[in-house]
């Protein structure tokens, strides 16, 4: 039975450690090759360096990889992220082996880094012949198949053809032709197959080794020698280009350093099927690698290009900071706050990193605070190119941080609404808790009644506009009844605190006993305030006692009892043993928390439904307009000035697109995809449907852009219009949302709709209550994913909307509906006017040839990528967040 | 739940024919639960060690020692030791959950497939070490096949099914290479694929289509052809996980029999769901209890008579599943 | 006959046995949309109104029988999706044809240089030829250098995409952790989210400056803009192969591992075979994106329509069909635009073909797991 087996293997192979050593050290050094070839090519450091340049730069390089290799160790041998793979380990050693030798290399050769590129491709060739002859003669014990494979034969023969063509070609003096055919031709053929036969036929670590170590002896040496030196060029008589030394190199560099990298990973993992394994994993991580780099470098260049000119003469109070930083702080305090780990000294270093947000965004707001406190403002000064009369100018600016305690009312509103789901949707509830009181059921019941009441005469107002006939009955009413409202909250919210600091026994007790009360006072208290600034904007009243507004005095009032609330729960939670106690004073605390959210959201509402007054507290006011200044996206381009202006029409245009192009396809799609999954039967026309949808998602977005201008401009007045961009880009999402919505349907589990149908139910609830709600993650990611392509989409926008680059005014889609007596009635001229928007801006750069703004082009590139990839962050946080609701992590 | 065991009972009495129903109905029940609670009807009760003290004549195949596996958290293997002899069958029972089908995984390191997955502990095959840093994966699972729970087989012909594991191994050359330096295999190929698959007794079934997708063969077939394609590579442990689970009556007795005969040659280690089964094919059994546990390991007989330890016995005569 | 039909239309709307009230509501819904849709084509001013009519309309049918609406509902956005889908095909081809009848196979005319008609794959002695293949003011079109560009273009996209594509695919699929595939499909995606005029601009800025410098060339590339085009269409082949693969059942590769196989010949031999059709789909769909790139193409290449000379000079630049039609739609007489119109046609229907190859052939991927081969 066992005659088949040539050679019997060991179970557990022996170690041998120089030669597992120095194989590591290979594969380092031609990690390291590859990475400083990458620097080359991008212009990081000249070829020609040397000397001091050079040590220098084999220096930083050194720095960095110790440093990177120093953490990772530190955490290794600590074993907080303990690394036990022998080859990383090695690789990593041999990383800051190589590092160090270049550096030393270069100090004591007086070569440039070409040449010296040249001689380490040629050292790793040597390395190679050594490792592949130590294994062929025994040396070193190793499993190699017979031989290295045809695939491996074929690669190494084509690569020996071309550089055999290339070497006979270039020979001086050589006759160019032989017997009608080109002697060039005649060597590569040569030169192709010696270097298959050297791969095929010999054992495999022979066969690769040598023929890659020849391969890059021959590249290293050419470089090496100067064949092919820093000022070589070479212009072929026919191409419009040609080739210097400072892409050649790189290139041969690049491609040397991956060949020899694969096979030294061969020899690393003793050949056979393991050295295989190691050598095609070595190439597929180095390309996964590669691939993360460019979109990271992508990424990173248009920001760091277009971050100048994005946020110049921006400035910012460093309250509305703080406002803007509360959710983030929130949210670290509660990565913070997950359990202690055990005793052992490395899980404390985990809890570390759990700490570690919280510490920076903590510091963050403790030096906002200090720039608040001492009045000096913080400055980062920086100057960028502007195009003024299409000549470059610089402009000094700098991006600041004012001690300003003026905050926007949307700031406000934005920050708090965020802080208040949150906090909400961590509340449970506190249904049958501690005492009910007499008198608080009628409250219970009044406070609804009220509200309606309060809403119902709103809409009064809204209809009947606030002063019918120029009498001012708006204002009047509301100027009573707001001022009653407000001091009903104040008394709601004040109740519960009475009763915390008044009454018999402990803190706790008194707590949980008044559990009711603040339910009802704090939650009725939000609800009616909201209600009674609803009134205030409908009346258009402002009520004013004196020097002092009500409602928003009440708010803030509000605001306080409710943090003194929380933290009197918090207090007397801590005190408490009792583990029910414990639980209903944490539920009062995050209640509390919430009130007090929502009652800060309250006053930012109160000031935007009043517009023209700012609330302000001593300094510290919120107003419509707060202490914000960001001229790129609150600004239209100024008309001949110095100043650069903004891009705020761009930003309007491209949200208008977005939107409109989503309410049309998404209800769309969505109805299509249910109809074809649910309701039509599976079969020709289903999968035809199918078929199309798919071909038109692939469609060129430009052959979408020459329908929309052939057959909608005409349709729509004949001019470059939103409307058409809308309806253009939603014919390019509909087939999406059908294609994303009918997969999500399809992944219900047809139990679901079977267990819906034996229960009786009909086809249509079933759809609504089971199968809908089930595909909505599905639907909602995809159709959001898809939304984020049109956000960025261009092609079809130049036809149909134009490309405008200096628009100074923002489309006003809200105001540009009327009324009209003759069809159709109703007319939105916005909508039928051309809009700037992102993508179409930087297009309008490019084709204004020097009269476009270079950095501008780079600033809205960098804000067009910003509005996209936060579409597409979105949407991908909202399915891991779905699919770990779904399997219960 | 220990209360329940009382009004229990008479179920289970008149429910002694339809035994595998209960089975599967407590099955389902425990199923639901997480692997620290204890299981339904379940007994406390301190193991010995004499219980898994299981002596034998031969030399062992595999001594595994204080064998424990971690998934994250949860500890899926409790210092589990046993040795297992050699040309036998053995046969690891317990309810689901209990960590067999990770222990047997744990004897050809197929759970370093699992990321999340922690093993500490010895497990030697011949007295070599299988989990020392410089252990050749590829030769020992050479030496230790495994057929799964439900067949596998490759989307390729029942031939190539077969010599995949040898070509892997460089033991068959097909191909324009081999053809053009002379070593060419196709006949030794050719005498492997029958002898395989007689071994399975898959022979007179498919010799007439060997050139045909695996996948097309009944689900009976196909794990027989897994069984084949396992014993091409010329194993000396074959480790089976409940290789008849997903089969009919009559391929599961195929099956079966062709445990009973393989293990004339190799040591059988199987996993199953099916008491009778074990009762019906192995020479020993270990009997793994809820939270991973080695609670009993002895002669299949001794085991399915007269076992030591009383939960053993609960589950044995089907108190619990 | 007529009857059966009515049953037919009925029963496709409102599904079986409907309520004499549901019938009603539901014929009223449908014949204010069948106006509106009239008034669309006809009144266009009226259209509105009338659509108002029939959101009430259909508003209170919601109220009274929903579950019929509702049907009617999704049937009315599958038709709408289905016209938009059919109008968008046949309006191309419409608007495609005055150009087919003025010029026909002039529209393939092989250019003329000194040395005579340009050697193109002995399609010269088929096709007619001629000294001026672009002169819109002489009204003399050929699209043969576009066609030409948008093959260079595409082919160098193609030999970095397809084989980076696959190696991401295999990472991804394949060699990655959990923790790492959890960060890196993400990544791929963003990298797919990055629009295309991004990459036109840091082509128009960067790039071709580099190419200036390091390469000799006198300004934009085929080289540059193949190169930017094949990382756009990188994440779709990474994606729909990755997908491919992953579809492969694990318990193969388990199967495979237990047998002693390395994961790299579990890959070459198990993995990448049973997926190899969803990689050859994505590697279609792959190429398909990037004929169909328009931005980045149009930002690097220009404006120029020229033929390539030599053939394979990919130093050379010329627009392609895609950015002629965005650089030349703006300005364009009536003649010039049918012809951009021909371009169009071309591009969906070879994209569109290709998308519904790459369907086909992954179709056969689930027959062949299935062992329904």
């Not at chain 1, 039509?680 to 201008?709: C, D, K, M, Y």
């Amino acid at each position: 039975m066992s005659e088949g087996y040539a050679h019997e293997n060991e179970l557990v192979s022996a170690e041998s450690n120089l030669y597992d050593r120095a194989m590591d050290v290979g594969i380092a050094l031609s990690i390291t090759t590859f990475v400083v070839g990458m620097i080359t090519f991008a212009d990081g450091v000249s070829l020609a360096a040397t000397g001091m340049e050079l040590v220098t730069f084999f220096g930083i390089l050194l720095g960095v990889v110790a440093g990177g290799v120093g953490i990772v160790a530190v955490f290794s041998y600590t074993n907080v992220v303990p690394i036990t793979s022998q080859r990383v380990r090695g690789v990593a050693l041999g990383l800051l082996v190589s590092l160090v030798g270049l550096a030393v290399a270069a100090a004591a050769l007086p070569v440039s880094l070409a040449t010296m590129l040249g001689l380490v491709m040629i050292v790793e060739a040597g390395l190679l012949v050594a490792a592949g002859a130590g294994s062929r003669f025994g040396f070193v014990e190793t499993d190699p198949s017979m031989s290295a494979g045809l695939l491996a034969g074929i690669v190494f023969g084509l690569l020996g053809a071309a550089i055999g063509a290339v070497i006979v070609a270039s020979f001086p003096g050589v006759p160019g032709v032989i017997a009608g055919v080109p002697l060039w031709a005649l060597g590569g053929l040569l030169f192709g197959v010696g270097f298959v036969v050297l791969t095929v036929s010999p054992r495999e670590d022979i066969g690769s080794t040598v023929p890659p170590a020849l391969i890059i002896g021959i590249l290293g040496a050419t470089i090496a020698t100067a064949v092919i030196g820093v000022g070589w060029q070479w212009t072929p008589e026919n191409l419009s280009g040609g080739f210097t030394g400072g892409s050649v190199i790189p290139v041969f560099v690049l491609f040397g350093s991956l060949l020899s990298s694969w096979s030294a990973a061969k020899c690393r993992a003793d050949f056979g099927a393991r050295g295989r394994q190691y050598g095609a994993f070595f190439v597929i991580n180095l390309n996964a690698f590669l691939m993360v780099a460019i979109m990271a470098a992508i990424v990173v260049f248009v920001a760091v290009k277009g971050i100048g000119w994005a946020f110049h003469d921006f400035s910012i109070g460093a309250l509305s900071l703080l406002v803007v930083l509360a959710p983030l702080l929130v949210l670290t305090v509660q990565r913070a706050r997950a359990p202690a780990g055990t005793d052992e000294w490395h899980s404390a270093a985990r809890q570390f990193f759990r700490v570690l947000p919280l510490a920076a965004v903590g510091s963050f707001a403790a030096m906002l605070l200090g720039i608040i406190v001492t009045g000096t403002p913080f400055e980062i000064p920086y100057q960028y190119a502007i195009l003024v009369d299409r000549s470059t100018v610089m402009l000094d600016t700098a991006f600041r941080v004012t001690p300003s305690l003026a905050v926007g009312n949307l700031l406000v509103i934005v920050s708090g609404t965020l802080l208040f789901t949150y906090f909400l949707r961590r509340y449970g509830s506190l249904r049958d808790v501690g005492i009910e009181y007499e008198r608080l059921s009628p409250v219970r019941q009044a406070v609804p009644a009220v509200i309606g009441l309060l809403v119902l005469l709103s809409l009064v107002f809204v209809g009947i506009g606030p002063a019918p006939g120029g009498i001012p009955i708006g204002p009047t009413v509301g100027l009573g009844l707001a001022t009653l409202g407000a001091i009903v909250v104040a008394a709601l919210v004040l109740a519960p605190l009475g009763a915390l600091l008044t009454g018999e026994g402990s803190l706790a007790e008194r707590a949980h006993e008044n559990a009711q009360l603040l339910n009802v006072g704090l939650f009725s208290g939000v609800a009616l305030l909201f209600a009674v600034i609803v009134l205030e904007w409908t009346a258009v009243s402002n009520p004013q006692l004196g020097p002092l507004a009500p409602v928003p005095t009440v708010a803030l009032l509000a605001a306080l009892v409710s943090i003194c609330l929380a933290a009197f729960a918090a207090r007397a939670r801590r005190s408490t043993d009792d583990t029910l106690r414990h639980r209903v004073l944490g539920e009062e605390v995050t209640l509390a928390l919430t009130a007090a959210a929502g009652f800060v959201t309250l006053i930012g509402l109160h000031v935007a439904a009043t517009s023209e007054t700012a609330f302000a507290v001593g300094p510290v006011e919120v107003a419509i307009h707060g202490s914000l200044s960001w001229p790129t996206v609150l600004q239209g381009a100024i008309p001949l000035g110095q100043a650069p202006g903004g891009i705020y029409p761009a930003i309007v245009g491209t949200i208008w697109i977005v939107i409109g192009a989503s309410l049309f396809a998404v209800p769309l799609g969505l109805g299509a995809a249910v109809f074809l999954t649910e309701y039509a039967e599976q079969g020709r026309f289903t999968e035809v449907v199918e078929t199309a949808t798919n071909a038109l998602w692939s469609t060129p977005s430009i052959v979408f852009g020459l329908f929309g201008a052939a057959f909608l401009i005409p349709r729509l007045g004949n001019s470059l219009s939103l409307l058409a961009a809308q309806l253009t880009l939603a014919f390019m999402l509909l087939p999406l949302v059908v294609i994303t919505s009918r997969e999500a349907i399809k992944s219900v589990p047809d139990e679901y709709r079977d267990a819906s149908a034996a229960l009786g139910v009909d086809r249509w609830t079933t759809i609504r209550s089971v199968v809908i709600p089930a595909a909505m993650p599905g639907v909602v990611t995809g159709v959001i994913l898809g939304v984020g392509r049109i956000a960025g989409e261009t092609a079809p926008l130049i036809l149909v909307l134009g490309s405008e680059i200096n628009a100074t005014n923002a489309i006003d889609v809200l105001g540009g509906f009327a009324f009209t007596t003759s069809p159709p009635f109703i007319t939105n001229e916005a909508l039928l006017n051309s809009s700037a928007a992102l993508p179409t801006q930087v297009w309008g750069i490019i084709t204004a040839g020097v009269s476009g703004s270079t950095s501008k082009g780079w600033a809205t590139a960098f804000m067009l990528l910003v509005v996209v990839l936060s579409f597409y962050a979105v949407g991908i946080i909202a399915r891991t967040y779905f699919r770990r609701k779904i399997n219960y992590e | 739940m220990n209360n329940q065991i009382g009004d229990t009972d008479t179920d289970t009495d008149t429910n002694v024919s339809t035994d595998t129903s209960t089975d599967s109905q407590l099955g389902a029940t425990t199923g639901v639960e997480t692997s620290t609670t204890t299981t339904a009807g379940e007994s406390e009760e301190q193991i010995r060690d004499e219980w898994t003290d299981y002596r034998f004549d031969s030399p062992a195949k595999l001594s595994v020692e204080d064998l424990n596996v971690w998934y994250g958290d949860d500890h899926a293997l409790k210092d589990v030791s046993m040795e297992i002899p050699e040309e036998s069958v053995t046969a690891l029972i317990g309810p689901s959950g209990c960590g067999k089908s990770t222990y047997l995984r744990c004897l050809n390191r197929m759970n370093d497939r699992i990321k999340a997955a922690r093993i500490d502990g010895s497990v030697e095959l011949d007295g070599m070490e299988i989990y020392d840093p410089n252990t050749n994966l590829v030769e020992l699972r050479k030496r230790i096949g495994m057929v799964f729970q439900s067949p596998n087989p490759f989307p390729k012909s029942i031939r190539d099914n077969i010599s995949y594991g040898p070509r892997k191994h460089g033991e068959i050359n097909k191909g324009l290479l081999a053809r053009l330096f002379g070593r060419d295999d196709s006949e030794k190929e050719a005498e492997l694929v029958e002898r395989s698959l007689r071994q399975a007794a898959l022979w007179d079934e498919v010799n007439d289509r060997l050139d045909d997708n695996a996948l097309g063969l009944s689900g009976g077939q196909q794990q027989r052809l897994c069984i084949a394609r396992c014993l091409a590579v010329d194993p000396e442990v074959i480790l089976m996980d409940e290789p008849a689970s997903a089969l009919d009556p009559i391929a599961t007795s195929k099956i079966e029999d062709l445990v009973t005969d393989l293990a004339e040659d190799y040591t059988v280690v199987i996993v199953t769901h099916n008491m009778q089964q074990a009762a019906r094919i192995s020479d020993q059994t270990a009997v793994f209890l809820t939270g991973g546990e080695l609670v009993e390991y002895d002669d299949t007989d001794k085991i399915f008579e007269n076992p030591e330890s009383q939960r053993v016995e609960d589950y044995i005569t089907g108190k619990f599943g | 006959m007529l009857s059966s039909v009515t049953a037919e239309v009925q029963d496709a709307i409102l599904g079986e046995d409907p309520s004499e009230g549901a019938l009603r509501t539901v014929g009223l819904s449908v014949l204010s949309l069948v106006a509106s849709l009239l008034c669309i084509f006809l009144a266009p001013g009226f259209a509105l109104p009338v659509l108002a009519a029939f959101v009430v309309v259909t508003a209170f049918g919601w109220r009274t029988h929903q579950a019929e609406i509702a049907r009617l509902l999704t049937l009315v956005a599958t038709i709408l999706t289905v016209l938009t889908v059919t109008l968008i095909t046949v309006y191309l081809f419409f608007s495609a044809f005055p150009a087919f009848t003025a010029h026909g196979i002039d529209l393939l005319t092989i250019p003329i240089l000194e040395s005579g008609p340009q050697w193109f794959f002995w399609l010269d002695f088929v096709l007619p030829t001629g000294e001026t293949i672009w002169n819109p003011r002489a009204g003399v079109y050929s699209l043969i250098p576009l066609i030409w560009a948008t093959v260079i273009v595409t082919t160098i996209a193609g030999l970095i995409a397809a084989p980076l594509g696959v190696l991401g695919a295999l990472f991804i699929a394949e060699v990655a952790s959990d923790r790492l595939r959890e960060a890196i499909k993400p990544g791929v995606e963003i990298l797919a989210g990055i629009p295309s005029i991004v990459y036109g601009f840091i082509g128009f800025k960067v790039l071709n400056g580099f190419i200036q410098k390091s390469f000799l060339d006198d300004g934009a590339s085929f080289l540059i803009a193949g190169l930017v085009v094949g990382i756009m269409a990188l994440p779709t082949v990474v994606s729909v192969s990755e997908d491919a693969l992953s579809s492969v059942p694990d318990a193969m590769r388990d199967g495979s591992a237990a047998m002693g196989a390395t994961s790299w010949q579990s890959m070459k031999s198990i993995s990448v075979p049973a997926a190899s059709s969803g990689i050859s789909a994505a590697i279609i769909l792959g190429l398909g994106r990037a004929i169909g790139e328009t931005m980045a193409v149009a930002a690097i290449l220009g404006a120029v329509v020229q033929p390539t000379v030599p053939l394979f000079d990919m130093f050379d630049a010329s627009s392609t069909l895609t950015s002629a039609i965005a650089h030349n739609y703006g300005s364009a007489t009536e003649s010039t635009l049918d012809v951009l119109f021909v371009a169009g046609v071309m591009l969906f229907v070879i994209v569109a073909g290709m998308s519904v190859i790459s369907q086909y052939v992954e179709r056969r991927i689930n027959r062949k797991l299935q062992g329904q081969q």
